[in-house]
């Protein structure tokens, strides 16, 4: 088989993103960030899939004139089917489709989160099978045990609210502007980690809960800015730096557990929280105490991009792992 040739779409939330890949080798990727959503403080749907329809084409032309690849050439269309925004989802679906159809190559569905697993192996060097993956983002917290590039099984969860949304939320109930998350990481970069104690979750098994640290934040910011009217403003990074603290220690409380239960030393992040300075410094010295071989993606795959899509397409190619033109979005995809 010569080595395939793929146009990857990536459309899920707020970030339209076209890559282009051969023979497993990532040659462009492009990603358009609305910015759009700014103004509202989170991401609206509906302003989201109107943008992905402006910015399709543009970014789509981008990737092939950036990997000096001809449309003749390609040999398949991957795009994500979900999980994602139904509206989104669905420009990104649709296009899919319509350019496969039009040049008359096969069609590849992706499911937007093993992706984000798969980014592992875009750059040198690769977890070994088995890994655990802990992806972590604004939608999702599971910890996965990848046995191959396509056989993998999520044995923890978040049981209420991804972990993304704990840092914006709580970005939010401090004033941060969007998006919140980054923010914190920056602000927490400046203070005492030490200096304020929230509740660590602590849920059956290997799964998560963080619907009561945010809870705790609010009666924490509630009381203490009764007392001084200037709290947060005169603590802000020392607030940041102890929740982000309790997050990272939540996080990988559950994934020692797991690496000990599992004998599975090959460890590895994914997903656009795994961008979060924190998580990372702290990870690497989990390596240095558990004798860990740690895997971080590049900054540009941790957050949502068509390169991530692009590898994920490329496995499923070898393995000829197509969809129909019946395929449609499915915002709550499954593994």
Known sequence: MTEPTILAIESSCDETSAAVI????????????????????????????RAHQQNIIPVVTQALLKANVEKSELNAVAFTRGPGLLGALLVGCSFAKSFALGL???LIEVNHM?????????????????????TVSGGHTQ???????????IIGQTTDDAVGEAFDKTAKMLGLPYPGGPMLDKMAAQGNPDAFEFPVGNMPEYNYSFSGIKTSVLYFLRDKTK????????????ICASVQKTLIKTLLKKLVK???????????????????SGLRQTLQQYAEKYNWNVYIPAFQYCTDNAGMIAIAAHYQYLKGDFATQYVSPEPRLKF
Do not use: W
């Not at 992706?115 to 592992?120: D, N």
């Not at 910890?143 to 099984?153: G, P, Q, S, Y």
């Not at 797991?258 to 979060?276: T, Y």
């Open 258 to 276: 797991a690496s000990n239960d599992l004998g599975v030393k090959e460890v590895a992040i994914a997903g656009g929280v795994s961008a979060n």
């Open 104 to 106: 008359g190559i096969p």
């Open 22 to 49: 051969r023979g497993g080798k990532v040659l462009s990727n492009i990603v358009n960030t609305q910015a759009v959503h700014e103004q509202y403080g989170g991401v609206v749907p509906e302003l989201a899939s």
């Open 114 to 134: 093993q992706a984000h697993i798969l980014a592992h192996f875009i750059d040198e060097p690769t977890p070994q099978f088995p890994f655990l993956c802990l």
């Open 143 to 153: 910890i996965v045990l990848v046995k191959d590039h396509l056989t993998m099984e």
């Open 227 to 238: 007392e001084n009217p200037s709290f947060v403003e005169e603590n802000i990074a020392d």
